[in-house]
Structures are given as C-alpha cells and as structure tokens.
C-alpha cells in the first residue's frame, strides 16, 4: 500500500520561507511522476509543482515560478518543496501525490498525503 507523510508546514510571516517534506513508502517510485498540490478555503485543488524520480525534470505553475523549488532524494524516498518569498495568497493545505502519468490535474494522481497547513500572514 502506497503513503506518503507530509510535513513541515506551519505559520510564517510574508517574505518567509518554509521546506515541505513528503515521504513516500509502499512500493519502488522508479517511473513515476511527484508534485505538489494546494488547496484554500474554498477553492479547489490546484497544482504547484512537479518532478520525476527518475530525473531532474521539474515543472511549475506559474503562481510560484521563480520563488519555488521541488527536488526528491532517491534515497530517502523524499519529495521537498522549498518556499521562499511566501505570500499570503499561498496559505493553503498543500498535498504531495503520486501518478505513473506526466499530467498537471489532481484527477490524474492516484494517491495523496494527509495535507500540512501552509499559513502566510502578511
């Protein structure tokens, strides 16, 4: 069975930074696609950044290009999502999930995290 844990979510001021962590376990991730989604009150789900296990290739939505970045350790079976200049308009719950597909939908991953809170207070 496929978990994965988020962590490092929390309160920071606009102009901070936070890590988000999201360790994943159950089965090999060789081929398989990681990103990070978001979600507000009231809005719906929404896609932040993504990269391969397999390579480098990352993508980004353009909300957090520039200020974001997303790197995995292999060996730790770890996905990051680095934040820097946060805005209030990023406080969200953000969710790493996983997919065998290269898509940007929530619709096309097949598990998800628990979410960690994300608050930006400016």
């Known amino acids: 069975q496929v978990q994965l844990v988020e962590s490092g979510g929390g309160l920071v001021q606009a102009g901070g930074s936070l890590r988000l962590s999201c360790v994943a376990s159950?089965?090999?991730?060789?081929?398989?696609?990681m990103a990070w989604f978001r979600q507000a009150p009231g809005k719906e789900r929404e896609f932040v950044a993504r990269v391969m296990w397999s390579g480098a290739n990352t993508y980004y939505a353009d909300s957090v290009k520039g200020r974001f970045t997303i790197s995995r350790d292999n060996g730790k079976n770890t996905v990051y999502l680095q934040m820097n200049n946060l805005k209030p308009e990023d406080t969200a719950v953000y969710y790493c999930?996983?997919?065998?597909?290269?898509?940007?939908?929530?619709?096309?991953?097949?598990?998800w995290g628990q979410g960690t809170q994300v608050t930006v207070s400016s």
């Open positions: 159950g089965r090999t991730f060789r081929n398989d696609v």
């Open positions: 999930a996983t997919t065998s597909k290269v898509v940007v939908i929530p619709e096309g991953y097949n598990y």
